[in-house]
């Protein structure tokens, strides 16, 4: 099992910033495997890819974060944090990290955010 527990969400104005955090604990192995946030928004419930980080610290982006959203990997740790920039009303959603291992999903809890003046 491998539990995977976001922070970092709150209120915060258009233009601000943030920065989440997902620790993952557990049967983690080497914690080799991609880590996806992800983002659902409340009440669409439509869920959107906003960052995969791979173990050697490639990236990619969801069209929307581009450029304001960067995910980090420090070595040696099991935690990634995503790192929002200009934030925008419109990034107001629940944003959960997803890690796979061993043929299983795992979500963490989420941790919300709300952008709003």
């Known amino acids: 099992q491998v539990q995977l527990m976001e922070s970092g969400g709150g209120l915060v104005q258009p233009g601000g910033s943030l920065r989440l955090s997902c620790v993952a604990a557990?049967?983690?192995?080497?914690?080799?495997?991609?880590v996806t946030w992800y983002r659902q928004t409340v009440p669409q419930n439509e869920r959107e890819l906003v960052a995969?980080?791979?173990?050697?610290?490639?990236?990619i982006y969801g069209d929307s974060v581009k450029g304001r959203f960067t995910a980090t990997r420090p070595f040696g740790e099991k935690t990634v944090y995503l790192n929002m920039n200009n934030l925008k009303v419109e990034d107001t959603a629940v944003y959960y990290c997803?890690?796979?291992?061993?043929?299983?999903?795992?979500w963490g809890q989420g941790t919300p955010v709300t952008v709003s003046s």
């Open positions: 557990g049967e983690t192995g080497n914690f080799y495997n991609p």
């Open positions: 995969r980080i791979w173990y050697s610290g490639s990236t």
């Open positions: 997803h890690y796979q291992e061993g043929g299983s999903d795992y």
